[in-house]
């Protein structure tokens, strides 16, 4: 069964601050109204999801020099861009909590081995699995401001950056062993938030 909700922007924020539901997914943070190319997120990479297909087994003949990288499983992954904002509400009614970037930075596709390794693999073995489109890198730009209700004595904290997707798999040169992987890709720019 899919993790992935189908709720508008809209009606994602407002019944989640004032009725306590279930926050989004990290998988499809949702676009934030106004403006599409900026996304809204509540869980980081607590949830991992099974790659939706594999690549063609490492053991069958291939080119020499050859590249692959073939993912098992993802996660999602906010990098952060400047500080985490927080509000309190200390009221007894719901309040609106706005929350504007106030530094802006690039965020670039990384892995956890040493070396260099073919980004294109990379990006096209993640792309693959997660089924969204990726990129090399993204720029999360200054002066983004986002909106969402903080409930009755709760507490909104919101970190603006770059989502991506964290892929784990096995990246084969074919000739030589191949390497377990942990690749962190640029997916969105776009917002972090919590309420406790």
Known sequence: MSLKRTLSATALIAPLAILGATP???????PVPGNPNVVVGFDDDTEIFRAKSSA?????????????YRVSTYSNSHKAIGPTQSNHNSTSHAATS??????S????VSWNVSGSLKVDRLIAGAEVATGVNLSASLTASLGNTISIPT??????TATYG???????????????????VTAWTPWRVGWYLKQR
Not at 166 to 175: L, M
């Open 56 to 68: 063609p087994s490492l053991a069958m003949a291939c080119p020499p020099g050859e590249v692959s």
């Open 24 to 30: 989004a997914f990290a998988d499809e943070p949702r």
């Open 98 to 103: 706005t929350f504007t970037a106030t530094v």
């Open 105 to 108: 930075g690039t965020v670039s």
């Open 162 to 180: 770059v989502w991506r997707k964290k892929t784990n798999g096995i990246y084969h040169v074919c000739g030589q062993k191949p390497k377990n």
């Open 151 to 156: 409930p009755a004595r709760k507490t909104t």
